[in-house]
C-alpha cells in the first residue's frame, strides 16, 4: 500500500466490529497499518484483546455513520475506507424495506458524499455474492452475470455499488466492491439469526433441533472468516481501479451437506425439521472466483471441513473459558 511521508496509511472500518471486523482489524494493526473503527456497538468486538490494544495506531469510535459529526471525526485522516456497515440480513430486510433504504442506501450515500468531501482515495464495500445475482441459469455465477435480486437486502447492496459507480465516474472516488459469500468462522456470534454454520453448529451443541427451510438441498458457497478478511486487505492495497470482485470458495454445499460436515466435527447426531421454504431463498449460489485471482492474487485457503473444525476448535475454548 503506498505510504504518505512514510507513515502507514490511516484504515476506516465502517461497522468494523463485527467478527469480519474484527479479524481485518487484527491482521492491519500486525503490518503496522493505523486503523480506526466506527461501529454503533463496539461490545461485538468478538476479541477483548483487539479492544485492549495499547497502539496508538489504533482507535475505536462508538457512533452510526448515519451521524454526520460523528462520521467527520472518523474520517479525519483517512485515505481508505473499509465499508462493512449493514442494518439488516436478507430476512429482515423484506420486512420493511422502507427502513432497509434509510438505514443502508441513504447511510451509505452519506458516506460517499462525506468520503468525497475530506479526500478519501478509496472505497472497500462488502457486498453481497449471495443476494445481488438472485436466481441465475449459469453456474458458478460471474461478476458479469445478471445481478437481478429477490430480497431486499440484495437490492439495496447493489444500488449502494450502483452509487459507487457514479462516484467514480463523477469525482472520481476509487472502490473495490467485493461479493461476498456466506461467511462463518471463529467469533461468529451463534445467537443472532444470520450464518447457517454458527446457527446450526450452536443448535447441535445445545441439544437443539435445527430448522431447515425447505427439503434442504438449497446450495451456498462458504467462505472461511481468515480468507474472507485477507480478501478486504488486498483490496485495500490494491492499485486496480473500480473493481467488482467475488469472494467464495467457488464450491457449493447443500445445507444438508453442511449439516453432515458440522455434526462430524463436534461429534453429534443432528436432528433435522424441514419448514415451508422461503420465497427470498436462492435455490443454487456458488460463485466463480477467477477475477479474485487475477485482480488481488488472491484464493481461499481454508476449505469448508477445517474452517468447520477450526471453528468449533475455538467454540470449544471459548466455552470452557466461560465455565472456568
Known sequence: MPKRQGAPIKLLLVGGAGFIGAEITARLLKRGHAVRVLDRNIKRFPSRQILKSKNDEFEVICGNYANCKMLEKALSGVDVVIHLASSTVPQSSNLDSISDVKGNVIASLRLLQACRERGVKKI??????????????????????????????GITKLMIEKYLQLFYHLYGLDYSILRCANAYGPGQNFISGQGAVGIFMRRMIMGESIIIWGDGSIVRDYVYVDDLAEAHILAANSKRHATIVNIGSGIGTSLNNLVHTIAKAINVIPVVEYSEARKFDVPNNILKIDRAKQVFNWAPKIDLETGVELTWKALSEEMRGRNS
Open 124 to 153: 472497500v464495500f462488502t457486498s453481497s455474492g449471495g443476494t445481488v445475482y438472485g436466481i441465475s441459469q449459469t453456474i458458478p455465477m460471474s461478476e458479469d452475470n445478471p445481478t437481478n435480486p429477490i430480497s431486499s437486502y
